[in-house]
């Protein structure tokens, strides 16, 4: 999924919200800076808990970054991997309509349709959830801003990711590059796919085109994505009762 709606979710998951939140729902996706891999973000947010735990601190980040990630099952496990008895989950579920058009509008090999149709599907719910949750508006600006939080964030974090501190917290503004942290609309949305798009795989899209595919998706998801996102919330949720 993308940002808002990681934030969506764990300011729901937890009922409280802070930047220490914010950026610990976003963490997963700083892979895109090119310092960490996506097995470490997405599949160790379980250890990243236990070692932040372990030394006593930023353990609301942790939390989050596990709201986020696919071990232990947090949303994007639901939304990829695996979601009730779909081939995959939810995101590949809804996109099976999109993969052609998706196709086309991105110049990909037919290969990589599916899987690239499914960020339409994210890209549907991140609009759907700006647009109807304003709760959130500004907090992932105001936390990527927050230098001194994330500095020190990092000078726990490098070690045990085995990657230097100024790496580490760099990965934040470079993520913050290819993500909407206002505004969001199906055009903004299309113009910073078209940027990762490029940067993973040299790729110029249609952006106009994609924006059209987002708009689109939205009424794919409109009936089925609350029940959805209610359903990976208990689920998640469960994870940090006592």
């Not at 999924?1 to 700083?30: K, R």
């Not at 990589?112 to 609009?127: D, P, R, S, T, V």
Request: aromatic share 12%; glycine share 8%.
């Amino acid at each position: 999924m993308f940002p808002y709606t990681h934030i969506c979710f764990a300011g729901d998951v937890f009922g409280q919200m802070n930047s220490e939140i914010v950026l610990g729902a976003v963490f997963p996706d700083t892979v895109i800076a090119g310092f960490l891999e996506h097995a470490d973000t997405h599949g160790r947010c379980g250890e990243t808990l236990a070692y932040l735990s372990g030394i006593g601190i930023f353990k609301d980040f942790a939390k989050a970054a596990v709201t986020h990630g696919t071990a232990p099952k947090g949303l994007d496990y639901y939304c990829d991997e695996r979601y009730l008895d779909f081939t995959k989950g939810y995101a590949f579920e809804m996109a099976r309509p999109l993969i052609d058009k998706v196709v086309k509008c991105c110049r990909l090999p037919e290969k990589m349709g599916w899987w690239k149709a499914h960020n339409f599907i994210e890209m549907a719910a991140e609009l759907w959830l700006y647009e109807r949750r304003p709760d959130y508006h500004g907090c992932l600006a105001e936390a990527l801003d927050s230098s001194d939080l994330i500095l020190a964030l990092s000078q726990v974090l490098a070690p045990f990711y085995s990657i230097p501190v100024p790496k580490m917290a760099m990965s934040f503004p470079v993520y913050g590059e290819y993500v909407l942290t206002g505004e969001v609309t199906s055009t903004g949305l299309a113009e910073k796919y078209g940027m990762q798009t490029a940067k993973k795989h040299g790729i110029n899209i249609d952006v106009p085109g994609a924006a059209n595919i987002i708009e689109e998706a939205q009424g794919i998801i409109d009936r089925t994505f609350p029940a959805f996102f209610n359903n990976c919330k208990q689920k998640v949720g469960s994870l940090f009762e006592s």
